[in-house]
């Protein structure tokens, strides 16, 4: 296997940026073979219709990429992970079909706000303006239900939570 090859597959498993000096280490060679091996990479990959390419960083490290021109194929693609507290704020306005952010503040506390900015963000949460008070109204979007999959889901499935200030469900289930 060629020191090319092996450079190659070292910045495709590392999966993030790379030193001249990791990479010799790893593969048992000075670091002038590797610098021409990269060369060579990054020659190859400028000069061919790909959506990868080789860069150097700021800090003098290597990396295997996709291209900048793929960014919006990369958004549609892959899946933004959410942090639980995010999930649990986007399925309370998910449940109450909509609330407005400080009956959110009050059901979820102060860490909402951040959680429902990152959720706007991602567009899976639009916020408007109140006429007549300060808070804003928050609703799920169309992206949520793509997202998420909500209408695939079966029509016997109700989820059934209480509201604030409703009555707790019946407690006396299964004899208790």
């Known amino acids: ?9 070292i910045l495709y ?18 670091r002038g073979e590797v610098e021409d091996a990269l060369i060579q990479l990054m020659s190859d990959y400028a000069h061919r219709e790909s959506a990868l390419e080789v860069v150097e960083t700021q800090k003098g490290y290597y990396a295997l990429q996709l291209r900048q021109t793929y960014g ?3 958004d549609t693609l892959i899946q933004p992970e959410l942090g639980v507290g995010a999930l649990r704020t986007l399925a309370a306005i998910a449940l109450n ?15 909402a706000y951040q959680q429902v900015q990152e959720l706007v963000e991602l567009g899976f949460v639009q916020k408007r303006k109140q006429k007549e008070t300060r808070s804003y109204w928050l609703q799920v979007t169309k992206k949520f239900h793509q997202y998420f999959q909500v209408d695939q889901l079966p029509q016997q499935l109700s989820l ?17």
């Open 160 to 176: 059934s939570f209480p509201i604030k200030g409703e009555d707790e469900p019946d407690k006396k289930l299964n004899g208790k």
């Open 72 to 74: 919006e194929l990369m």
């Open 97 to 111: 079909e909509g609330i407005t952010q400080t009956d959110l503040i009050d059901l979820r506390g102060s860490g």
């Open 13 to 30: 498993l590392k999966g993030e940026p790379v030193s001249l000096t990791d990479m010799a280490e790893l593969i048992k060679c000075d």
């Open 1 to 9: 296997m060629s020191i090319l090859a092996k450079v190659e597959a």
